[in-house]
C-alpha cells in the first residue's frame, strides 16, 4: 500500500469512528452527512469523496467490524493451546471487542430495514464465516473428547447471542472492567460444552 494510500484508510477510518459516535447518539435516520463532517472539520464533499452516501457509511462500518472480529478469531486459532483454551480465549476476546465498539455493534441491529440485497449478501457472509471459526473450535473439542456432544449451529448461536447481548446492559461504570467481565462471561458459557470429568478436574 502506498503513502498516499495509507493516508486515505487512515481518514476514512477517522470518519467511520467519528460517525459510529454520532450514529449511535443521533440514531441512523436523525443523523446527517453534515452533522459527521463538521464534527470532523471536514466539508460535506469530503465525507463524499470516501463515502457515497449515509447507507454506504453504516455499510462499511459493518464490514469494519466484522473484518476485524474475523481477523481476531483467526489470530487466536493460531495459537497452540488445547482447544479449550483457544475457545475460551475467543470468546473474551470477543466480549472485550464488542465493549470496546460497543456503539458500532448497537448499529448492527435490524440490517434489513437499511441496506440493499447485495450489501445484506455480504454482512450475512461475513457473520456466517465468523459463525464458522466457532463451529469449527466447538466440533474440534467434541472429536477430542473435551466438550459433551451438542447440536452446533444451537449451541454457537446460544454462545454468540449470549455475548452480544452484553452490549445492552454493560456498564462502563461498573465494578469490573471489561476483562474482568468478559472472563467470568466466558467461564459461564464454556459450562455448556465442557465434559463432566474435566468440570470436575478443573
Not at 17 to 44: N, P
Not at 74 to 100: C, F, G, T, W
Not at 168 to 184: D, L
Request: glycine share 4%; charged share 25%.
Amino acid at each position: 500500500m502506498s503513502l498516499r494510500e495509507r493516508k486515505s484508510a487512515k481518514k476514512k477510518e477517522e470518519i467511520i469512528r467519528s460517525a459510529v459516535s454520532i450514529l449511535s447518539e443521533k440514531g441512523y435516520h436523525g443523523t446527517t452527512m453534515e452533522e459527521i463532517a463538521s464534527k470532523l472539520l471536514m466539508t460535506k464533499g469530503s465525507v463524499y469523496y470516501y463515502f457515497k452516501d449515509k447507507q454506504d457509511l453504516l455499510y462499511q462500518i459493518q464490514l469494519m467490524i466484522l473484518h476485524q472480529s474475523i481477523t481476531n478469531m483467526n489470530d487466536i486459532q493460531k495459537l497452540d493451546l488445547p482447544v479449550s483454551d483457544i475457545l475460551r480465549k475467543a470468546m473474551i476476546v470477543h466480549i472485550e471487542y464488542l465493549i470496546s465498539e460497543k456503539s458500532g455493534f448497537e448499529l448492527m441491529i435490524n440490517p434489513e430495514e437499511i441496506f440493499s440485497t447485495s450489501q445484506l449478501d455480504e454482512i450475512f457472509r461475513l457473520r456466517d464465516e465468523y459463525g464458522m471459526c466457532f463451529d469449527q473450535l466447538i466440533v474440534q473439542g467434541i472429536d477430542k473428547g473435551d466438550f459433551v456432544s451438542v447440536d452446533i449451529k444451537i449451541v454457537r448461536n446460544i454462545i454468540l447471542g449470549a455475548m452480544n447481548w452484553v452490549t445492552q446492559w454493560y456498564s462502563y461504570e461498573g465494578k469490573m472492567n471489561k476483562t474482568e467481565i468478559a472472563t467470568m462471561i466466558s467461564e459461564y458459557l464454556m459450562q455448556i460444552l465442557i465434559t463432566d470429568k474435566r468440570k470436575h478436574t478443573s
